[in-house]
């Protein structure tokens, strides 16, 4: 079974957008989705990366939660800095050592730190040991950014993964 249905998500998932987009539920249309749905997971099956798997998956749920929260909060001193004198602007590029080895971690650390605003992830080093972080506004010590981004979002990611 899962070398006929390597990704059975993804096959009932494109059955399901394939019968939205026609807007039909016809024989033909229903049996086209499941064709479709069978067919392009065996196709792409040997391009798929395999990633770590979430050991912690309820802790997800209060990782997002974190985030929304450090959103809301980081949205406010944005607006008051912007709003404010652009002499209180100092922004900086600071570069953060990473403990996480797999692209999935990693990736989430990297979309976490951009979706916070006032920081963006710019890059990440060609030997993955340091992601590089736009601040928007540079406290005098470059280590509270990295501290901070490494207890409150890689520690949550580390647990996550157990990685």
């Known amino acids: 079974m899962s070398k006929f249905l390597p990704m059975p998500f993804h096959t009932v998932s494109l059955l399901i957008v394939w019968l939205m987009l026609n807007n039909s539920l016809s024989p033909g249309h229903i049996l086209l989705g499941m064709v479709l749905g069978v067919v392009i997971p065996l196709v792409c099956q040997p391009l798929r990366i395999p990633q770590p798997k979430f050991k912690r998956p309820m802790k997800l749920f209060s990782y997002a939660l974190l985030v929304l929260i450090d ?87 580390k647990e996550i993964f157990e990685c």
């Open 71 to 157: 959103v809301i909060k980081a949205n406010i001193e944005v607006a008051l800095l912007v709003l404010g004198p652009s002499s209180r602007i100092n922004p900086g590029f600071v570069a953060i050592p990473l403990d996480l080895q797999e692209a999935l971690p990693i990736t989430m650390l990297a979309s976490t730190v951009t979706m916070t605003p006032g920081t963006v992830s710019a890059e990440l080093s060609s030997d993955k040991k340091f992601i590089y972080v736009h601040v928007l506004n540079m406290p005098e010590d470059e280590q509270e950014v990295v501290d901070f981004i490494k207890t409150r979002y890689e520690a949550n990611i």
